[in-house]
T-cell receptor, first 109, second 113 residues
Framework: GQSLEQPSEVTAVEGAIVQINCTYQ??????LSWYQQHDGGAPTFLSY????GLEETGRFSSFLSRSDSYGYLLLQELQMKDSASYFC??????????FGKGTRLSVIA | SQTIHQWPATLVQPVGSPLSLECTVE??????LYWYRQAAGRGLQLLFY??????ISSEVPQNLSASRPQDRQFILSSKKLLLSDSGFYLC????????????FGDGTRLSIL
């Protein structure tokens, strides 16, 4: 089975950089995905890391270290609209994703 | 392009009443389909997933059931709702390969009175 741990809440200032960590314990691990969910909305896919290292998509980057069973989502130049919940999810072959419990990011002025 | 439709958006039901939530996907074939439930301020709980017509895997034993009568249709049902069934229900699809992202519908907010 899989389990993923991430902080429940993070607060950061507008314009700053914030990192949301995710540690996992899993068997048959393929990679780590990240999803964003605004209040009242559905989760949307942000990124997927199958290989170690950093993947950059605009202001968002995601990192994976298989040897450390660890990944993170990095958000740069924070904007108020980035306030949302962020979920890491473990990918294992053709079995369903296992989601972490989510990190609620609050961006303050 | 692929789209996923889920309805209704909100639903208020009395305890003991039946439930039917429907989800359809367009623009793709043989998708994996998923039903999740999310309690307020909580994470995503996988309820059911399906890799093909008539193939349903249940992750959590409860009074809910799921069916996949057509390739791109996924239905969540209950014969008698409980108060604990309240929550935000999300349908999602993905390409069959496990490393592909899941795409979620807009969700159904279910309140049990």
């Amino acid at each position: 089975g899989q389990s993923l741990e991430q902080p429940s809440e993070v607060t950061a200032v507008e314009g700053a950089i914030v990192q949301i960590n995710c540690t996992y314990q899993t068997s048959g691990f393929y990679g780590l995905s990240w999803y964003q969910q605004h209040d009242g909305g559905a989760p949307t896919f942000l990124s997927y890391n199958a290989l170690d290292g950093l993947e950059e998509t605009g202001r968002f980057s995601s990192f994976l270290s298989r040897s450390d069973s660890y990944g993170y989502l990095l958000l740069q130049e924070l904007q108020m609209k980035d306030s949302a919940s962020y979920f890491c999810a473990g990918v294992s072959g053709n079995t369903p994703l296992v989601f972490g419990k989510g990190t609620r990011l609050s961006v303050i002025a | 392009s692929q789209t996923i439709h889920q309805w209704p958006a909100t639903l208020v039901q009395p305890v003991g009443s039946p439930l039917s939530l429907e989800c359809t996907v367009e623009g793709t074939s043989n998708p994996n389909l998923y039903w999740y439930r999310q309690a307020a301020g909580r994470g995503l709980q996988l309820l059911f997933y399906s890799v093909g017509i008539g193939q349903i895997s249940s992750e959590v034993p409860q009074n809910l059931s799921a069916s996949r009568p057509q390739d791109r249709q996924f239905i969540l049902s209950s014969k008698k709702l409980l108060l604990s069934d309240s929550g935000f229900y999300l349908c999602a699809w993905s390409v069959m390969s496990g490393d592909q992202p899941q795409h979620f519908g807009d969700g159904t907010r279910l309140s049990i009175l």
